[in-house]
Structures are given as C-alpha cells and as structure tokens.
C-alpha cells in the first residue's frame, strides 16, 4: 500500500507540474483529454478489471451525470459544484440500481454486458423523448467564467480538477487492492461460487463495486458539460463513451493500478498522432489507430501494465 502511495502522490506531483509549468493551450489540452480518458478507463476498471463484470454499457452512468450536472444548473439554478455532487450521487444511484437488476437475477459475463448495453440505449431513448433533456437538441450550459461556476479561463483549471478525480481513483483502487471489499471482489470475480461458500455475498460486493465504478464515472461526465458547455443523447449515451472506458483498460491492463494510465495515456498518444500524421487522407488514421489496437490486444494480453511487469520481474532475476 505504501508503494502505491508514494505513486499517487508522485503522480499528483506530474500533474501539478503540468498546469502550473505548461503555458501552452495545445499541450494543456492534451494533458486534459488524456487525464479525461484515463478516468474513464479506471472508471471501468474498478467493475471491470477488478470484478470481472464487463461492461459495454458504461456511458449510462457518464451519461447520468452529464444531464444531471447540465439540468441541476439550467432548470434548478443550483450552483455547478453543488451539481457535481448532484451528478456524481445520481451516477451512483443508477450504478446501484443496475447492478442490484442484473445481479439478483445472476447476470454475468456477456449476459451482464448485453445488459449494460440495453439501460445505455434505454437511457438514450429516454434524453430523446423527454423534454427537460432537451430531446434531440441537447442542452447547452451558458458559458459563465468563473470557479465558483467551475468554468475557468484557461485550461490550467480544468487539468486540476480532473487530474484531482484521476487521483481520487487511483486512492480508491489502491484501497481496493488492499481492503477486505477487493479481496471480496475479487474473489467474486475468481469463482464466485467459491466465494459464496466461504461466506461472501457476490450481490452485495458486485453492487459496491458497480456504485463505485458509476460514481467516476458521472464525474467525467459532468467534467464533460462544464468544458465543452453541451450534452445531447448521442454524447452522452452513445457507445463511443463505452468503448473508449473499456478499451483504455483492456490495453492498459485489466485489475491494475496503472493500466488504466497506461493505456489511456496510449491511445490518446496514438490518436493524435495518426490524426496530426494522416488526418488528410480521410479514414487512414482511423485504420492504423484500429490496427494498433488490434495487435496490442492479439500480442499483449496482459496489457502495458503486464509488460512492465514483466521487463521488473527480468530485471529482478537478473540482480
């Protein structure tokens, strides 16, 4: 746990150095979208990698919370901070409320993923229909700026608050490592039934881990709102949300601490890149970013986090 620690805070420190040092709008944007995805991604680690519970439905919970921040401000004048809690509540409520549905009727594996998918496209049918979501229009928060309205000037600002929430993960993961919950967990996601019988309730483990998991996740959601002022269905329940969580964490490394950094960082790196390289030729940086992923996932199944682990473990040998 101490290591971990000292990780943590080593990684705050990177991130301090980055709004503080960095004056660059294109660099701090970077360093902002890239904190963004890693979010995402140990959103979905914490259910995913740790529990075992795949899912291919994530963007409900970060859809949740996008709404809730937007519409808390827009037609309940509550302040943006109050509405994050708001978001971040609501996001975990839904959590609970999907998991409680899906795993007292034993849904797991591509059941629980199917399913997780099936409440994304219900949520988006609903923002669609319903008038306070703004239907298909959307909604688009009036730009105020100011930190009390968490809108800052600069992107310095926004690099704080999500790297904040990345840490915030890391701190609950690395309990989770630790704590009686993830070895619950991940017992659970080992042989559940094995766990049963030495007295764990899967139910109850597998619903903390989802409200966890879906508490992150409605952050980054109402993160979303407040930088780029606009949410519709489409945003905000799509599969593109869902996609970029799990495959930030599948290439990282599943039911690490770092992978989901890794991995994010990777991507984004990757996707800017075959962007700024290829972006001319229409489709051609798409092919390259989808090929790249492929091979990772084909030849590095433990993902970036397995081959730093095992580059140590060569190393250590070698001492």
Same mark, same amino acid.
């Given at each position: 746990m101490k290591r971990d620690l000292l990780g943590i805070a080593a990684f705050a420190l990177v991130v301090l150095a980055c709004a503080t040092l960095l004056?660059?709008? !294109?660099w701090l944007n970077f360093v @902002? @979208?890239? &904190?963004y995805a890693t979010l995402l991604a140990q959103s979905w680690n914490i259910l995913g990698g740790f529990g075992g519970q795949f899912s291919f439905g994530h963007a409900v919970f970060f859809g949740t919370g996008a709404y809730v921040q937007a519409i808390a401000q827009l037609s309940g004048g509550i #302040?943006?901070?109050l509405a994050l809690g708001l978001a971040i509540l609501a996001a975990a409520a839904v959590g609970v409320a999907v998991a409680s549905l899906s795993? =007292? *009727?034993g849904l797991k594996g591509s059941y629980f993923a199917l399913v997780t998918l099936a409440f994304a496209e219900v949520f988006r049918i609903g923002a669609l229909s319903l008038p306070f979501? %703004? %239907?298909g229009v959307g909604l688009m928060v009036p730009l105020r700026e100011s930190a009390l309205n968490l809108q800052f000037v600069n992107r310095q600002g926004y690099v704080l608050l999500i790297g904040g929430f990345v840490v915030l993960a890391l701190l609950v993961t690395a309990w989770l490592r630790h704590s009686r919950l993830g070895a619950r967990l991940m017992a659970v996601r080992d042989n559940e039934d094995a766990a049963r019988a030495v007295g764990v309730n899967p139910l109850t483990v597998k619903t903390s881990a989802a409200a966890l998991s879906a508490a992150f996740m409605g952050a980054a959601g109402a993160? *979303? !709102? +407040? !930088?780029? +002022? *606009?949410?519709? $269905?489409?945003?905000?329940? %799509? $599969?593109a949300v869902s996609v970029e969580a799990l495959v930030g964490a599948i290439v990282g490394g @599943? %039911?690490?601490l770092w992978g989901p950094v890794l991995g994010a960082l990777a991507l984004h790196l990757l996707a800017? &890149?075959? =962007? #700024?390289?290829?972006g001319q030729l229409p489709g051609l940086n798409m092919v390259i970013y989808g090929s790249v992923l492929v091979l990772i996932v084909m030849f590095v199944p433990r993902g970036l986090a397995g081959i730093a682990q095992s580059l140590r473990q060569r190393w250590g040998r070698r001492d």
């Open positions: 004056k660059s709008g !294109v @902002m @979208m890239a &904190l #302040n943006a901070w795993f =007292r *009727y979501t %703004g %239907g993160f *979303y !709102v +407040q !930088v780029f +002022q *606009y949410i519709d $269905p489409a945003i905000a329940f %799509g $599969p @599943m %039911g690490t800017d &890149l075959t =962007r #700024n390289l290829f």
